[in-house]
């Protein structure tokens, strides 16, 4: 019998795979992009899927060395990084669905606004207690509930705060082993970035400022501007600058001043860019990497041991489809890492016995840690103003009030990518305390009122929540910081245009509170997981929060005076001129609501200033359990949370590798090089008994058979050996079927008809909704549109440049705290980045297109970095990092 190698296969299939790219490019990228612009029918869709599954049962009683609690804007990036090593196996358990059956409401752009997933299934649709201090009511709290989490639902917002906000965060966290500071931070965003910029004509209509060179250029998640921009938007930095303001690209470091957010949009197709079509949906199969959905994480497992230092050893983790649904466990046999968001995180640790005591005695859950988790919670709240506009301005309210309009622009953007239905709110702007109060003098007298307060204001802080004493000693020196950007350029509020008014012919401004001094908590109720723990932001808790708010509402008047603003912004409906003062504070609170901005439950802070985790992002007192997400911001920021969560994901794998990894040196980089590459590693068996004990009710009875996926079964078998040529010949029919395909592609149905069929629109209840309550009589709104204008779609084939063959080097110089990249260059065959050595790099939007990530046309496999010097002249193929550990 013949006996072929696997990695014989795998290189087989490898060159196979080049020569079709290549021979795919021909005559020209340009005309391959008129045939397929966007890979819409890239024949192997399916082939390149990811290990995907919602079948508990086949992930019950393994073992993987990484098990992620959460698929969200942390979680799948996390998956996606650590599983980017062949021989570390990764599991990601969200309690959401995949979002296939909502796949187009996802992808457009201006659905979160006009319609929304909040308040569908995948919404948590949290609810917070009654908030004494803004009306007297709950406010509804949405978080996302699926892969991509709340990124997936949320309003593609991407921007970041002033260098002081993150630099806080490494003051906050003095002489740690990790540091946090703006260059730190901003350099792991940029690392998950991909910018497109504007094109000169849209800068130079909007006033736009664009530097791609702050930008990330290489990363997974796309980031740029809508294909269409109300005409109205234009009069919107303009009127900043009649204030004295700039335009700015607020990717310097700098949130004062007025810009045309960036959002998670990826231009070439004008669809959202979440975490799912961003790390994942473009991997190569990754056997290593299972994700899970449908299953709810309700408790980190401990197995009663310590480490060296005394730490607890996490285990493994609980989860269950529902509260009456059987309950599963799996082993992590390296690190548990939580990835549950705000909420999400604290109450997983809480229900495992971490967390404050006393609210854990009050349950009976045996203290394992006594932290404060749940505190320190931040929130953004926000209401909004609105002012009529001339007659005959063209806002999203007319595409609401429209059938045949809307039926319109569904056609245009299903065929075109174009239109109304890609628009986001983009327009907004920082100012600082001094720029609300217009006055040097008032400014620094506030600060100065507030600095001899502070005793006072800590205390009645911390008998409303009744604050531990370390985390006393955090607010403390939070509060210190916060006190001095009171006479900074630190923004206090963000102002936002919005274009759809509460009634027909308005515009309005959306104001949120940056840097909230009132604090709030989120603590478990019940054992049960299934319950929503008490939400409590405690809005305008502190009162210096209102009055930021209502200093935040004279400025959005003086704003819409402003010229060439004032011309479409006419008179102000709500609240009315004629609110102010006391009045005006009231009508905030009553209307106020979430900007879904909350962050702090899970904080990273020194254990005696209210830490959960260390800025390691490791639990205290645990030996191998994380929290990697936005819960562990310590301070909150003048920007919206989600790039900060994609920068807080890199940093945390780059925290693990730099743990787990070292480089082992390559022998020989030449032909055995081949044959001595790893296998790619798949999920084993759970041993500790706290795991295979967890769960005494559940079957276990088909754990034990391999029902991972036909790809880690293929993984399996080709080590084995025995099934090669069987492979082998798979592989050649699989490779003959795709050339045949791709011949076909151009008369298939494209993958955004096949969506859109499914998703539709919907207009009822659950729209995303600005984060103000109704007042009666009134009904809500969703998020603002504007003028139907065509602009040409000029990146529908993706930009000359936009996409130029993505250098690597940026995510190398992220590496360098975790050592690697210096020594290894990544390329494709490294097993770093998001490519596997094993296949063919492949990007949805650009594999071939001639701007991918992957292989250049014409089989250069060295174009990122120059050949190796040595006696080889050739870059090793196989895997150059082990894990040091992993038995
Ligand atoms: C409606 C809305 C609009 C927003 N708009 C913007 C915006 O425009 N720009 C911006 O920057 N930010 C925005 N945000 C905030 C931003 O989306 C979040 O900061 C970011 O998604 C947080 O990332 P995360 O990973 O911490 O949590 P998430 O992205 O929320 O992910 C957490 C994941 O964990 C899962 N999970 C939770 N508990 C469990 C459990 N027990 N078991 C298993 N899975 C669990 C959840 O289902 C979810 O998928 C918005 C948020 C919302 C809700």
Request: charged fraction near 15%; charge should be negative.
């Amino acid at each position: 019998m013949i006996t072929i190698k696997p990695t014989t296969i795998i290189t087989l299939l490898h060159l196979l795979l080049v020569s079709e790219v290549v021979s795919g490019s021909n005559p020209g990228a340009g005309v391959k992009e008129n045939i397929h612009p966007h890979n819409l029918n890239n024949p192997h869709r399916e082939l390149h899927k990811r290990e995907i599954v919602s079948d508990a049962s086949k992930v019950n009683g393994k073992s993987f060395d990484f098990v992620i609690a959460g698929g969200g804007v942390a979680g799948l990036a996390l998956a996606s990084r650590l599983s980017e090593w062949s021989n570390v196996t990764v599991l990601c358990i969200e309690a959401g669905g995949d979002g296939s059956d909502v796949q187009a409401k996802i992808d457009t752009p201006g659905y979160s606004y006009l319609n929304s997933l909040t308040g569908s299934a995948y919404d948590w649709a949290y609810n917070t207690v009654a908030q004494t201090d803004s009306g007297g009511a709950t406010k509804y709290w949405p978080r996302g509930k699926g892969l991509g989490g709340s990124g997936a639902i949320n309003g593609m917002f991407w921007g970041r705060p002033s260098e002081p906000e993150f630099d806080a965060w490494a003051t906050l966290n003095p002489n740690a082993a990790e540091t946090w500071n703006w260059e730190e931070v901003n350099k792991y965003i940029k690392k998950a970035e991909n910018y497109s910029p504007p094109s000169e004509d849209v800068k130079t209509k909007f006033g736009m400022t664009s530097d791609p060179s702050l930008h990330g250029q290489s990363g997974m998640i796309h980031v740029g501007h809508t294909n269409y921009i109300f005409d109205e938007v234009a009069k919107w930095i303009p009127a900043w600058i009649t204030l004295g303001f700039k335009s700015i690209d607020n990717a310097a470091g700098i949130s004062r001043g007025a810009w045309l957010s960036t959002s998670t949009i990826n231009v070439s197709n004008q669809t959202r860019s979440d975490s799912k079509a961003g790390y994942i949906d473009p991997l190569p199969p990754r056997s290593n990497l299972v994700i899970l959905t449908g299953q709810q994480v309700t408790q980190v497992l401990f197995n009663g041991t310590k480490d060296a230092n005394g730490n607890i050893v996490a285990s493994g983790l609980k989860f269950q489809a529902d509260k009456d649904a059987t309950s599963y466990s799996v082993q992590a046999n390296k690190e548990v890492i939580l990835a549950g968001g705000t909420v999400g995180s604290p109450q997983i640790l809480q229900l495992s016995g971490i967390g404050p005591k006393e609210t854990l005695e009050g349950l009976n859950i045996d203290t394992k840690l006594d932290l404060p988790v749940g505190f320190n919670l931040q929130d953004h709240v926000s209401y909004s103003m609105y002012w009529s506009t001339p007659q005959g301005t063209f806002t999203w309210n007319n595409l609401s009030a429209s059938a045949d309009l809307k039926a319109q622009a569904q056609e245009e953007y299903d065929t075109k990518k174009t239109g109304l239905w890609t628009y986001v709110n983009e327009a907004v702007g920082y100012p600082s305390m001094l720029d609300i109060i217009g006055s040097d003098d008032e400014a620094n007298s506030y600060a100065s009122n507030i600095a001899s307060q502070m005793t006072t204001t800590i205390s009645n802080v911390k008998s409303w929540l009744d604050l531990p004493d370390n985390v006393v000693t955090g607010l403390k020196a939070q509060y210190d910081i916060q006190q001095k950007w009171m006479t900074s350029d630190v923004g206090q509020l963000e102002i936002i245009l919005t274009m759809l008014g509460k009634g027909g012919n308005e515009m309005g401004i959306q104001v949120a509170l940056q840097h909230p001094w009132s604090r709030g908590k989120i603590l478990i109720t019940s054992t049960d997981a299934f319950t929503q723990p008490s939400i409590n932001p405690d809005y305008f808790g502190v009162g210096y929060d209102i009055d930021i708010m209502n200093y935040g509402s004279g400025f959005a008047r003086k704003l819409a005076a402003a010229s060439p603003l004032s011309d479409v912004m006419i008179t102000e409906v709500y609240p009315g001129p004629s609110v102010t003062g006391d009045a005006l504070g009231t009508y905030t609170k009553t209307n106020c609501g979430t900007e879904y901005h909350p962050m702090g439950t899970c904080s990273m802070l020194p254990k005696d200033s209210g830490g959960v985790v260390d800025t390691t992002l490791t639990v205290y007192g645990t030996s191998n359990l994380r929290v990697i997400d936005t819960s562990i911001a310590p301070l909150h920021i003048s920007a919206h949370t989600m790039a900060v969560t994609y920068g807080i994901a890199e940093k945390g794998s780059d925290i693990i590798k730099k743990k787990y990894w070292k480089q082992v040196p390559i022998q020989n980089t030449t032909s055995s090089a081949t044959s001595a590459a790893a296998t790619t590693a798949s999920a084993g068996q759970a041993t500790d008994t706290s795991v295979t004990n967890a769960n005494k009710d559940a079957s276990n009875s088909d754990s034990s058979s391999s029902s991972l996926s036909s790809g880690a079964k293929i993984g399996i078998g080709i080590g084995a050996g025995v099934g090669a040529a069987a492979a082998l010949a798979g592989l050649l029919f699989f490779f003959c079927l795709r050339r045949k395909k791709t011949g076909a592609a151009s008369n298939e149905k494209g993958w955004y008809d096949n969506r859109n069929a499914q998703g539709g629109w919907n207009d009822g209840a659950g729209a995303y909704k600005e984060g103000y309550a109704s007042p009666p009589n009134q009904s809500t709104q969703a998020y603002p549109m504007a003028a139907f204008d065509n602009h040409s779609n000029s990146n529908m084939g993706g930009p000359p440049g936009a996409f130029a063959a993505h250098s690597r080097t940026h995510s190398v110089d992220t590496m360098a705290t975790a050592d690697l990249a210096s020594r290894m260059p990544m390329r494709s065959g490294s097993n770093y980045g998001n490519l596997s050595g094993t296949s063919t790099p492949y990007r949805d939007d650009h594999s071939d297109d001639g701007h991918g990530h992957g292989l250049n046309h014409g089989g250069d496999l060295g174009h990122q970095y120059p050949t190796p010097q040595g006696a080889a002249g050739a870059w090793p193929r196989q895997q150059s990092y082990q894990p040091v550990n992993i038995s």
